[in-house]
């Protein structure tokens, strides 16, 4: 399903998990509670999309765009990130935990940041604890 135009679509609730969202577009979306584990999905484009609640565990998110994404509640556990953009996205609640890759200048780029959970390691290079 890579390079998929999916803007403004509802897929709350839906299990995405491994499936190939590679370049898709999804912006704007709605996928409060959705399972996408293991997904994956460079270069996905997710600005202003809901993700509460969804789970993106062991995701590829290289190249990602979150820019003003929802994110509250949403796990990143081990989630590959390396230049994913997290500019203004709502970052309350979100955990984090063992993500590679991320960059502490691009989470400080989004709101609430302070309000996530990261790994003790991470946590020291954003200031915390």
Known sequence: MPH?????????????????????DLSQSILKGTRLV??????????????SQADLSQADLTGGDLSKAILKGTRFVKT???????KDADLSGANFEGAYGLNPEKVKSAQNWDQAK?????SKKLGLK
Do not use: C, E, N, V
């Not at 293991?38 to 993700?51: A, F, S, V």
């Not at 990261?118 to 991470?122: P, R």
């Open 80 to 86: 590959y990130m390396p230049d994913t953009i997290l």
């Open 4 to 24: 998929t135009i999916l803007q403004g679509t509802d897929l709350s609730q839906a299990d995405l998990s491994q499936a190939d969202l590679t370049g898709s």
């Open 118 to 122: 990261y790994d003790a390691d991470f």
């Open 38 to 51: 293991k997904t994956y999905m460079p270069r996905t484009i997710l600005q202003g999309t809901d993700l």
